[in-house]
């Protein structure tokens, strides 16, 4: 069974930088796609970014220029570096593993950018 544990998250001023981790157990994490989503109060929760197993990454256009995903394979281990932070990318951000018709979630972690 995989387990995704986020870490990262806090309270951080506009224009502020966080870095999350998500680190993942079980499962062959090098075969996964790996994504970040995020949830606000009252609305769905959406796609942030994603990196697949080569490497190959993807961002929503709200956070692109501003966010950049990584993974290090060796230490099963994803992040979402968030640079520029405003105030709407305050959500419950989750660490999502995606294989074959498999998929995995995070508990969340909170971020709130609030002056």
């Known amino acids: 069974q995989v387990q995704l544990v986020e870490s990262g998250g806090g309270l951080v001023q506009p224009g502020g930088s966080l870095r999350l981790s998500c680190a993942a157990s079980?499962?062959?994490?090098?075969?996964?796609?790996m994504a970040w989503y995020r949830q606000s109060p009252g609305n769905e929760r959406e796609l942030v970014a994603s990196i697949s197993s080569g490497g190959i990454t993807n961002y929503a256009d709200s956070v692109k220029g501003r966010f950049t995903i990584s993974r290090d394979n060796a230490k099963m281990t994803v992040y979402l570096q968030m640079n520029s932070l405003k105030p709407e990318d305050t959500a419950v951000y989750y660490c999502n593993a995606a294989y074959l018709r498999a998929t995995y979630w995070g508990q969340g972690t909170r971020v709130t950018v609030s002056a």
């Open positions: 079980g499962g062959i994490y090098s075969n996964f796609l």
